[in-house]
């Protein structure tokens, strides 16, 4: 009788977690979606909470298995032994589902870039709930720029985006420039006042990135002040990048990106236009393999 092999690839991004599986016995890919497994936001129990009972709730209908290969690409997991703390916990949470369990997990960038590229050279750009640029040079070494987290950090991400849209409209409360942003936090929000925002923001504290998609459509429809915003955070991410080019030029010249900011086309078209101005003999393309395909093709690498 042959093993029943089980590869699982996470992507625990800021804002949800997706798994996608393989094994042998498996008609199809399987996928699955979980709550955020950041454990500088969530904790370390908690992300390997979330991690390990997706994955479990995926080997119910596969019993019994033999090898269990997991790759997590988790956000805010970007220092070796966060990582191994995390790879050894989270084996320890699954030694139980099979004879024999392995585990890896990486910031979650590096499955973008294997998702990318798999094993070979390239650079991506990953915006979403927060941002990061990351190559991997034809020799095989990795370079990163950014990925300091909302507080240091993420230009062009969502919660940049999103934070940026409501200072705008704080300043529209002060006198400053007026924008359309402020009727929509109304409309979407129902916050149409300062008392009403001082409240919202600080004491409701809600997901900052969940404003971006406000921001974007304000600057597709022309108001000036969503534009400032959109065009200066892309400037930011962009410069990044070449910050990251200034430290090698063994990368292949083309750039993948991808993260959820990329799924609305507005946002996708004015960070594709800025990287070819400024980097006009690259290649740029919207990847549209979600980053946890990457992370399934390292837990097949797991073994090799």
Request: proline letters at 4%.
């Amino acid at each position: 009788m042959s093993e029943n092999h089980f590869f699982a690839g996470l992507d625990a991004g800021g804002s949800k977690t997706l798994l996608l599986a393989e094994c042998e016995a498996c008609p199809e890919r399987i996928d699955r979606h979980g709550p955020a497994a950041n454990p500088q936001r969530v904790g370390m129990d908690q992300s390997v909470q979330v991690l390990s009972t997706l994955v479990r709730k995926t080997l119910r209908s596969q019993r019994p298995v033999d090898q269990l290969s997991v790759c997590a690409g988790v956000a805010g997991a970007g220092r070796p032994d966060e990582q191994q703390a995390l790879a050894d916990r989270l084996r320890r949470k699954l030694r139980d589902d099979a004879k024999s369990v392995a585990v890896e997990v990486v910031h979650d960038a590096y499955i973008a870039l294997d998702a990318a590229f798999g094993s070979e050279s390239g650079l991506v750009v990953i915006a979403g709930t927060g941002s990061v640029v990351l190559a991997r040079t034809r020799a095989g070494t990795a370079h990163r720029v950014g990925g300091w987290g909302h507080l240091l950090g993420d230009p062009g991400s969502g919660y940049a985006m999103g934070q940026a849209g409501l200072r705008a409209v704080a300043e529209a409360f002060d006198g400053g420039a007026d924008t359309t942003l402020r009727p929509r936090i109304a409309r979407e929000y129902g916050v149409d006042e300062r008392a009403a925002l001082l409240h919202w923001v600080y004491r409701d504290r809600p997901p900052l990135q969940d404003v971006a998609p406000l921001v974007i459509e304000a600057s597709a429809d022309g108001d000036a002040v969503a534009t400032d915003i959109l065009t200066s955070q892309v400037a930011e991410l962009v410069r990044q990048v070449e910050w990251l080019l200034r430290e090698t030029d063994d990368v292949a010249p083309r750039i993948a990106l991808l993260g959820g900011m990329l799924q609305n086309e507005h946002y996708a078209a004015a960070l594709r236009r800025a990287l070819v101005d400024q980097i006009p003999d690259w290649s740029v393309e919207v990847l549209r393999h979600e980053p946890a395909v990457g992370a399934l093709r390292r837990a097949r690498r797991l073994d090799e």
